[in-house]
């Protein structure tokens, strides 16, 4: 059964940063490509970014393009994102999934519960 835990939210400036961790526990984390998506109160859920299996490509929103980056190990089955420059309007719950590269929520097999994000002006 796959497992996946993220952690790292919290409360933070304007202009701050953040590090998002998702560890993933259960079939061979090295077959998934890995996204991070995110919802703010009273919206859907919107892409954020993803990156391959290997770590060679990467795709990300353009509201995060320049300020956030995802990243993975591997040796870890953890996946990363590093939120830099925040804004109040990056204030979300964001989840990371396992599936493949593409922005398209639906091809994700497995999700996390999520790690509340919140960025105060």
């Given amino acids: 059964q796959v497992q996946l835990v993220e952690s790292g939210g919290g409360l933070v400036q304007a202009g701050g940063s953040l590090r998002l961790s998702c560890i993933y526990s259960g079939r061979t984390f090295s077959s998934y490509s890995m996204g991070w998506f995110r919802q703010a109160p009273g919206k859907e859920r919107e892409f954020v970014a993803a990156i391959s299996w290997s770590g060679s490509r990467t795709i990300y929103a353009d509201s995060v393009k320049g300020r956030f980056t995802i990243s993975r190990d591997n040796a870890k ?45």
């Fill in 77 to 121: 089955n953890t996946v990363y994102l590093q939120m830099n420059s925040l804004k109040s309007e990056d204030t979300a719950v964001y989840y990371c999934a396992a599936g493949y590269l593409t922005p398209r929520a639906r091809e994700y097999d497995y999700w996390g519960q999520g790690t509340s994000v919140t960025v105060s002006s």
